[in-house]
């Protein structure tokens, strides 16, 4: 037996419900709210009390004639299960809701209820599963369009190699018509490349214990020349013989390798890219920061998409590999920018087999390469 009077009784299972529940008048200000929907709006309950959801920070996307609440005053009708966006102090906020308006006694309307759940983490699974799909359908027509175009591809090359040889050295322009040609030709067969190992992320690879140190030191050292020559510094911070991870060390050097490239070439002007990496309990993570110009945040959210690049001539390809293969590898890659520069987090599961006895904090250090 409960002893508790109706209205504690109320009171209780109002703030006892995992899901949100807000009550407005006509006016729309908050006439009674529940722990769940303050907790979203990072106040307490009686702070809510009197104020419109948009004087509390929870802009509706669309605007006010989208919300579920709004529109069951408006038309005196519950609205049910109807998906929602909110702006909410900075955060994007799914919800999946429904509302029903409130009337007294006498049958007249004096406001409204809602009863919302946020669905957030489920609509972010649901876009990462779409996205995986559309990877998917992209490798296999990947796959086929590379098999179709790399076989004539391969017989230009060679029918080009044979004609350069049979000219004279007086024809000095058809060489150079030639070459050019040869080097459209290059350029194409790493784009085909590219579409290669996009179409290749869903195969089986053998894995293996990396030690992630001596591989970034290795890309590092490929990096150095393009560094050099567009006057950037690379300056290195890496744990020896503790960097450990269960993977396929060919498939995250190209990782670092592309990371490192996109930041050389974001720094058209010189600057410094510093690679950091960390080892914290069951975790590893190599930071890549540069002092390029940084991202839009328009484009910010779309650089892992297949085929967009700000770069005039990319592909965009490289990005989706990279976070098919940190995919493959259960980690996950963070990237943040300003106008200052960018900087991009790998971060993976530590090797099972992690030999202690060898762990030191000695630091590498490379300066003014």
């Known amino acids: 037996m409960i002893n508790l009077s109706s209205s504690e009784l109320v009171a209780k299972i109002f703030d006892s419900m995992t899901n949100g529940l807000v009550a407005v008048d006509t006016e729309h200000r908050v006439v009674a709210i529940n722990r769940a929907a303050a907790g979203l709006l990072e106040i307490q309950p009686e702070q809510g009390i009197g104020y ?70 489920k609509q ?44 004279s050295d007086e024809n000095g322009d058809a060489r150079r018509v030639l070459q050019a040609a040869r080097n459209q030709l290059v350029e194409l067969n790493e784009l085909l490349a590219q579409l290669l190992d996009l179409s290749r992320q869903n195969t089986p690879w053998v894995k293996e214990t990396v030690d992630i140190g001596p591989l970034l030191q290795e890309v590092i050292l ?57 080892r914290q309990k069951d975790r590893v993570s190599v930071e890549i920061c540069d002092t390029g110009a940084g991202i ?37 890659l963070t990237v943040s ?7 991009v987090v790998v971060d993976l599961p530590s090797g099972e087999e992690l030999e202690r006895s060898q762990v030191t904090h000695d630091r590498v250090f490379e300066k003014d390469i």
């Open 52 to 121: 419109t959801l948009e004087e509390l920070g929870a802009k509706p996307a669309g605007g006010p004639e989208r919300v579920m609440l709004y529109q069951a005053m408006r038309t005196g009708e519950p609205q049910v299960n109807t998906s929602n966006v909110w702006h909410c102090k900075g955060r994007i906020i799914y919800v999946s809701s429904s509302a029903s308006p409130i009337f007294d006694t006498q049958g007249a309307m004096i406001g409204a209820v809602t009863v919302f759940e946020d669905i957030t983490e």
């Open 337 to 343: 920018s300003s106008d200052e520069g960018t900087q």
């Open 296 to 332: 839009g945040t328009n484009d910010l959210g779309r650089i892992s998409e297949p085929f967009f690049t700000t770069k005039p001539d990319g592909t965009g390809l490289g990005l989706t590999v990279v976070q098919g293969i940190i995919d493959d590898h259960q980690g996950v």
């Open 222 to 278: 490929l990096m150095k020349p393009k560094a050099r020559r567009a006057g950037v510094q690379i300056h290195t911070e890496i744990p020896r013989h503790c960097l450990l991870t269960h993977g396929v060390a060919s498939e995250l050097r190209q990782v670092f390798f592309n990371l490192m490239l996109n930041s050389v070439e974001a720094m058209e002007r010189g600057g410094q890219l510093r690679i950091i990496g960390k």
């Open 124 to 167: 972010i699974l649901n876009e990462r599963l779409k996205h995986a799909e559309r990877l998917a359908l992209l490798g296999e027509f990947a796959a086929q369009l590379v098999h179709e175009i790399r076989n004539p591809l391969s017989t230009f090359c060679g029918a080009f190699d044979v004609l350069e040889q049979d000219l």
